[in-house]
């Protein structure tokens, strides 16, 4: 069994993108900007949205954090939204999901100017992808396809599971997984909420992509001998015992679904931080495409 080690394959593709950075700014090209909306002061999302800027500043991004009022309305929202579109220092940001209730995020999603949408989740983009024309990838799906492709995973043929159809990962990454590419052509079944008999596909699986937040819902008698499992999953689980009152755990019994499988990515440590590389990825993308 061989760790997908997405922490230390992060830091690769932010020390090659840092490179790319140098080499602008030693030609006179300005610093790649990303910008970051977080409205409201939810816990998960102030750890993402830190982890971003962080980042931002080891591969010497400008970053810029735009905290809303949880209160803010949808209007003043779409407000925001136009001024990063107007902005011509800003060549990419993101909106940090989820958002209030009262607010439509379909509609702060679809205002997002798609060459600034690093996120990659405009229907522009999301269409163009689908279409296999060069579009910014999700970054989540994005990252799951360079871990396949640096540990250099054979997905040709192979049977692939997807547990998920969300917009952001299960549904993305069922189309990168089949597209005719050299880390796709894979045979992909989407299996959701829905599903009735999920042990029976995974058990056909050769590769597992599992995205739906429910911790260690994948069991060691569920998989077979070899399998290759990327496991998307975070969910914070209550923990007493832990200084911070809770652990995060995947959709996967890594303790003992790694006994059987080829390849395995762990939480944390294997999608999570490829999500945030990927992202820095699409900035430096936007930026390049504005030059
Ligand atoms: P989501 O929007 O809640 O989607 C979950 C999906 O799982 C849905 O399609 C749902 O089916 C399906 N599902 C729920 N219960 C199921 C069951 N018992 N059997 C089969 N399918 C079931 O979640 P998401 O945004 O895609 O995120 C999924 C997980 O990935 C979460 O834990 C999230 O925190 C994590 N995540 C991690 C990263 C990262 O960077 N590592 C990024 C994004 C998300 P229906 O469509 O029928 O409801």
């Known amino acids: 069994m ?28 300005k610093k790649p900007h990303l910008a970051a909306i977080l409205v409201g002061d939810d816990g998960a999302s102030l750890t993402y949205i830190g982890s971003k800027v962080k980042s931002c500043k080891q591969v010497g991004f400008e970053s810029t954090l735009i905290r809303l ?31 209030p209730k009262h607010i439509n995020e379909e509609k702060i ?15 522009t983009n999301f269409g163009r992808m689908v279409l296999e024309l060069p579009s910014f990838i999700p970054a989540t799906p994005f990252g799951i396809m360079e871990i396949l492709k640096r540990y250099d995973i054979q997905t040709s043929g192979k049977n692939c599971l997807v547990i998920g159809r969300s917009n952001i990962v299960g549904r993305p990454i069922s189309v990168l997984m089949s597209q005719k590419s ?50 998307v999953g975070i969910t914070r689980v209550v923990d007493k015992t832990n200084s911070k009152g809770y652990v995060i755990k995947g959709d996967v019994d890594f303790k003992n679904v790694s006994k059987k499988a080829s390849y395995i990515t762990p939480v944390p440590g294997g999608v999570g931080p490829m999500t945030i590389a990927m992202l820095l990825k699409n900035t430096l993308l936007a930026c390049e495409i504005k030059d």
């Open 182 to 231: 050299s880390y796709g052509n894979a045979t992909v079944t989407v299996a959701h909420s829905r599903t009735e008999n999920i042990k029976e596909l995974s058990l056909k699986a050769d590769i597992i992509i599992s995205a739906l937040g429910i911790p260690e819902f994948i069991k060691e008698n569920m998989v077979k001998q070899g399998v290759v499992v990327i496991d």
């Open 2 to 29: 061989k760790i997908l080690d997405g922490k230390y394959l992060s830091n690769v593709i932010k020390e090659e993108i840092k490179e790319s950075v140098d080499v602008r700014l030693s030609s006179g090209m």
């Open 109 to 123: 999603l679809l205002m997002v100017d798609p060459h600034k949408d690093v996120d990659g989740f405009h229907p």
């Open 69 to 99: 009022e949880n209160t803010i309305s949808e209007n003043n929202l779409l407000t925001e939204i136009k001024k990063l579109n107007e902005n011509k220092n800003i060549d990419g940001y993101i909106v940090q999901l989820p958002l």
